[in-house]
């Protein structure tokens, strides 16, 4: 236990790990017995601050790799010169944790800080759940918006108010095998993935890959998975240039033209023989872990699991095939949920946890992520980071959900984009009528009334 | 689990098993031994899945986590469960546990026995109506009412309280029906001798009432504990400070660094097995006897 | 323990039961004689604590529910608007309405055959008085004093694709994986055997305590009739137990109705939502999709299931009598 049972040092407990003392927990327990026995049933008590007045509350949804990273950065922050108690709490990724986000802010005795993907910020701003940032307070701390790539800080924003603080950017890239890339013609002078610029090159890549191997050539897992074939998709439909928006009440905006386009492109390219249409995710990694395909395409969070493997290990930016450079991308924020009853001396600590743990992203770009914080890129640590270095430029062209309440990353949105998706790659289903089944997913969405409006 | 338990099996072989058995299997040996061969595969098909997680739970990682359909992979070890008592959360939720299933029980049993006895003696006007409805809410089952019940612990500032997790539970509308089961089965002369000595109705209740009821409010109260210490609906939703959650809540929802730990989970799912199967191992008759009169409704 | 102290305020501080502060006891018990003047009994005020908390944490639920169910309101902190029969006509049309109702309707078909059937069959067998009672009441019951996690967390295991006891099992019989959780047609099946596994305990105690108090007057006539033992299990023994299996039953079938708690935990109503209840539905919509308005109107058709399986077997009840 994080215990200092003898001459307690100046320097606070490093509290990462959601570490509870037998001193917390007598004084809590007893506090909350007595606040229910005594003060009558409707007296509210043990809010979070009265279990440890001084441990900033955190939340976030990292296990394994990332999750041991975030303990490692809380860690470091905690035990700075003016550090400070944190209990972390970790919640499973996805909707559960997002759930769990809500409903503690709209109970009023939510977490100081909590992690969110920017995808998701338009589903917890405008409803009030989550606090303004001081922008004012956070540079005193060192933290200013120019130090954010603007199409992340794009996202930061509700009614032109900032609401998240950008942790990191995570795109959706390709990883390759550097012998067989080279094997099979597809690296330029430097060593590095040569741009691809059209689906034939792509198509083309995918075929040498295969020789090379002489197996598969790339791989990609999204049987029953619920995020995937949307990655891959919204990757694609990007780079067409063609506008995709989700106005309340419906219909979806999107160019149905560009979106049968990419589909069909993503059935050609996944065709069965070159490239496997059924790998599932978990599939797909140990495929390329065990060699029997020379690419693979994920989210750069992987890259640990990857990198452990010894292969020679490439990775770029999602190869751009169509008219315009972009890439898929999502972003791990920090956020404030919303608190009844903020202690301003908390608050700021909260803001100099974030301010802290931004500069900290170091750190974090071991995990693969790209830095949010565009300091950290310049350094020359990061530019050392290999292959990190080499999809840094992805966070220029992010390009994220489509903003609306249900969207983003582990919503109910991407898992319904996914089904149609799924069934076209397949082959149970045409383009056409995956790209129709999608709309109509999507209008759906639309037509419920908006709850956080 | 089997030392514990020893005493129990010479105490508590039923008087009425030697006379049962020949009732419904007779003297023949066949019958005899197909039901026995029955009742051990039974038997080993129900432990199977404890044996399984306690051999887990006594695996390092690695073993626990290497292929194979021994459940012992390699050397025994605590490690797990030391792993998981120096992290203190099962503690905690342990602890929230017993606080919240105990103050559901006793602010259950006093309020439902209380109302009980005056629905089953009482005159007063109004006693028919409030009856009829306590009986009508038997029908309602308390999981439909998560979304208005946040709502109003919303209105109440409650969420993330001990209040709000254990006043909604302390509603009992079957209690108060077995209860008053009870209570109409009891004759009054007792009761009214006791009035006519002067004995206010309180007294009446507590001195004369009570002790002649205590089979049956035992029975309540642990049932009710039972349904609380396992309650994870209404828990889950009204809580999301994980100081304040209860075991399964926390188990549930609150996750490790490191990601799925086989051996630990183990260790954390029997250390929160652990309290109530130790007081079933002391209390069993006792137990049984307040599902089986409880779960019938008295009847 | 009656008190002969004469009437008065004395009468209560005489041996009286520790329990209740003194200030209480004498208000009560004034309030209990001045109700016990004109009708002898205990007064409204022995009501009044459950009416309160039947009125606070359940009527006004009920109530406030179906307002809820006839307005838009949010998670999110805005303002709510009345929105008449939006939400039910919504709600009608909305296939994962349906599709969980009908998950609910299988799981509880599902669970509720093997977790009366078995029951029995375990009931009758340990009341055959084989050696070991303990034993055998010991393993049939714990599992019912399991938390749901714990038991989902075993049984996660268990399940495991590739470590787990049950494909491992498979394995040594040279039989494929199964995807125990994971695949559409499987999961449900896995769902309702963890269930028999864990709450079997209660109805097998129901029963037992019905086979416990059945009369053996019968029995011996069987036995003068040289009956065998089936005979005297089909002939005596069930029909005997025919009411009781009538209410396992019944109670058996509500508690299935509610089913959301091991689901929601090993599952979350995946894949694809093959396995979500429809009080999984409620909590999707509510929390995660903050549309408490519509959840609200969710619930009260799911109270309305609930209420015509109830009225259902009430009437069927009524009729084995």
Partial sequence: MFTHPSAPPPTPASGAGAALTRRRLLRHGTAAAGAVLAAGPLSGCASPAAADASALSVWDLFQGGDGMLMDDMIKAVSAGPEGFEVQRTILDWGPSYYTKLAMSAAGGRASDVAIMHLSRLAGYAPGGLLDPFDLDLLAEFGVRRQDFAPAVWARTQHDSTVFAIPLDVHPFIVFYDKEAADKAGLLDSSGELAPMGSPDALLDAGKALAEATGQKGILFGHVTDTAQTWRQFAALYAQTGAAFSLPDGGPPRIDVDAAVRVVTFMQQLFDGRTNPNNLDYYGALAGFLGGRGGMVMLGEWELPTLKKSGIPLGAAPFPQVFDKPAVYTDSHAFVLPHQKNPDPARRRRAHRYVAEMVKQSLTWASAGHIPAYQPVLAEPQYAALDPQSSYAGAAEVAVLDPPNWFAGAGSNFQNRMCQPLQSALLGNTSAEKAVRQMVREADALLRQPNPVA | MSATATPLRSRRRPPSAAGASSLLLGHGRLPRVLAGTALAVLTAVWLLPFVWAVATSLQSEQDAASPGLSPVKGALTTEAYRHILERGNVTVWAFNSFLIAGLVTLITVVVSTLAAYGFSRGTFRGRRVLLALTLAAILVPPQMLIVPLFEQMLLFNLVDTYAAVILPQVVAPMMVFILRRFFDAVPRELEDAARVDGASELRVFLSVVLPLSRPIVAAVAIFVFIGAWNNFLWPFIVTNDPDLMTLPVGLATVKDAFGIQYAQSMASALLAALPLIVVFLFFQRRIVDSVATTGLGGS | ?321
């Fill in chain 3, 1 to 321: 323990m009656t008190t002969t102290a004469p009437a008065g305020a004395d009468a209560v501080s005489g041996p009286a039961p520790e329990r209740t502060g003194g200030l209480r006891r004498r208000g009560l018990g004034r309030i209990g004689r001045r109700g016990g003047r004109t009708s002898h009994g205990p007064g409204l005020v022995f009501v009044l604590p459950f009416s309160l908390v039947f009125a606070v944490f359940l009527v006004w639920p009920i109530l406030h529910g179906l307002w809820m169910s006839f307005t838009d309101s949010s998670l999110a902190l805005r303002d709510t608007t009345f929105v008449g029969f939006d939400n039910y006509a919504e709600a009608f049309g909305d296939p994962d309405v349906w599709s969980s109702l009908g998950n609910t309707v299988v799981f509880t078909a599902l669970s509720s055959v093997p977790l009366v059937l078995i029951a029995l069959a375990m009931a009758l067998l340990v009341h055959s008085g084989i050696a070991g009672q303990w034993v055998w009441r010991l393993a049939f019951f714990a599992p019912y004093l399991l938390p749901v996690t714990v038991v989902t967390l075993i049984w996660t295991w268990l399940y495991q694709p590739e470590l787990g006891l049950a494909n491992q099992f498979l394995d040594t019989l040279g039989v494929g994986p199964v995807g125990w959780l994971s695949d559409e047609s499987v999961a449900m099946w896995s769902i309702a055997a963890l269930t028999v596994w864990w709450t079997v305990g209660f109805n097998f105690l129901l029963y037992l305590a019905a086979l416990q108090s059945l009369p053996s007057t019968s029995y011996e006539a069987a036995a003068l009739d040289g009956a065998g033992a089936w005979r005297r299990l089909w002939s005596i023994t069930l029909p005997q137990l025919r009411r009781t299996t009538a209410l396992v039953a019944m109670l058996q079938i509500l508690a299935s109705l509610k089913v959301f708690d091991q689901i929601y935990i090993l599952t979350k109503g995946g894949p694809n939502g093959s396995t979500r209840p429809v009080l999984e539905y409620v909590y999707d919509v509510g929390f995660t999709g903050y549309r408490l308005g519509y959840a609200s109107a969710v619930s009260y058709l799911f109270f309305a299931l609930v209420i015509v399986v109830s009225l259902v077997q009430l009437r069927l009840f009524r009729q084995e009598d």
